[in-house]
């Protein structure tokens, strides 16, 4: 009966140490490798901080990481009640009184007038920039379907307008024989309400430059791409955009087109480049297209300022007095039960590394 072999050698002779030792060390040579297999990195020989957490270690720095964070959350969340903003739902008070119990049919009837005019107040001084946003409720763009309906490659290049598979079924018009660019549901959907503003009958111009991404116009937008058979077909969605402008330029698309992560989001329709005093009223004329009657959901306009916290979000501040509040509760309760209930540390000399420090030495 012959002997079972491995790497062409008899098993009896592997189990000779010596000679496995060999075997390997010179395969590893050949490669090598042996050298840095043979490191204090890989042997875990590297010199290390080996600390001892002592009860007054653990509460000192509980202590420290309560005051930081107490204090950066004081500052974040005084920097957020110092962002002024006003916020105004007008879909329902948009709505006609006769059409109230028609809402559907009046706004997809595009012959109806939705010109609608609003007041806001302004509280307190708003310095410039400000920044008005529009703010949707109830709308998913965070659908699976929805956020897939799209061609990137469609909007970067000329080359790739016919690549409207995953645009389906707003891909195509004529029968499949010319395809829609942009493509998709989410551009479909483009959102098509306007804002004039003015105060004490002084228009107030909205600059509506340099509200994209700077990196979604250099590269997911082509300069050279521009719309085609946009909105042209039976079903209308959204907004139309201009033919003569390419989608690069067309910064309420961009906008649009990247999608929020949740039902009610916000998104940036331009920038104010004056102040606004305090008491003073802005008169806003509104164009109410968008359709979100269908789906109950809800329009809002957004005026606010900004700083380095960027906005009213205050979540920021309250997470850093919460988490500062729980590491001071948690070192005042440790010094108590050290206190009320101490416990005898043992005697670092007895550590394998303090009784015999010349091995971890070398």
Not at 78 to 101: G, I, M, Q, W
Not at 168 to 195: E, H, M, Q
Not at 196 to 218: G, L, M, T, Y
Not at 249 to 254: A, F, P, V, Y
Request: net charge positive; aromatic share 14%.
């Amino acid at each position: 009966m012959k002997s079972l072999t491995c790497f062409s050698y008899p098993v009896h002779s592997l189990l000779n140490c010596d000679y496995l030792a060999y075997y390997f060390e010179s395969r590893l040579s050949s490669l090598c490798i042996l050298p840095i297999l043979d490191s204090k990195f890989i042997q875990q020989e590297l010199s290390a901080w080996k600390p001892i957490l002592t009860p007054g270690w653990v509460i000192a720095i509980f202590i420290i990481l309560g005051v930081v964070f107490i204090l950066i959350g004081l500052l974040a969340f005084y920097a957020s009640v110092h962002v002024e903003e006003l916020v105004e739902r007008y879909d329902v008070d948009c709505v006609p009184f006769t059409d109230k119990n028609k809402i559907t049919k009046y706004i997809r009837d595009s012959s109806s007038n939705k010109t609608c005019t609003k007041t806001l107040r302004v509280q307190k001084k708003m310095k410039n920039p400000i920044y008005v946003y529009y703010q949707l409720h109830h709308f998913y763009q965070n659908h699976r379907r929805y956020v897939r309906s799209r061609s990137d490659k469609q909007l970067r290049s000329t080359k790739h307008e016919y690549e409207t598979k995953e645009c389906l079924p707003i891909a195509t018009v004529n029968n499949n024989s010319k395809p829609i660019v942009p493509c998709g549901l989410i551009a479909w959907s483009l959102f098509n309400d306007t804002y004039q503003f003015s105060v004490n009958s002084k228009v107030v111009e909205v600059d509506r430059k340099d509200i994209a991404w700077k990196s979604d116009r250099d590269y997911k937008f082509g300069s050279k791409v521009y719309p085609k058979n946009f909105q042209s077909s039976g079903m209308i969605g959204g907004g139309k955009l201009n033919e003569s402008i390419p989608l690069s330029k067309q910064e309420d698309l961009i906008v649009w087109m990247r999608t929020a992560a949740f039902s009610t989001f916000r998104k940036l329709y331009g920038q104010i480049k004056v102040d606004l005093d305090a008491n003073s009223n802005i008169t806003v004329v509104i164009q109410n297209n968008f359709n979100i009657y269908e789906f109950g959901g809800k329009k809002q306009l957004v005026l606010s300022t900004s700083n380095w916290s960027v906005g009213t979000n205050k979540f920021l501040g309250c997470a850093y007095l919460y988490v500062g509040g729980f590491s001071l509760v948690v070192a005042i309760s440790f010094t108590i039960t050290y206190v009320l209930k101490p416990r005898p540390l043992g005697d670092p000399a007895y550590l394998s590394w303090n009784k015999y420090p010349s091995i971890y030495e070398n």
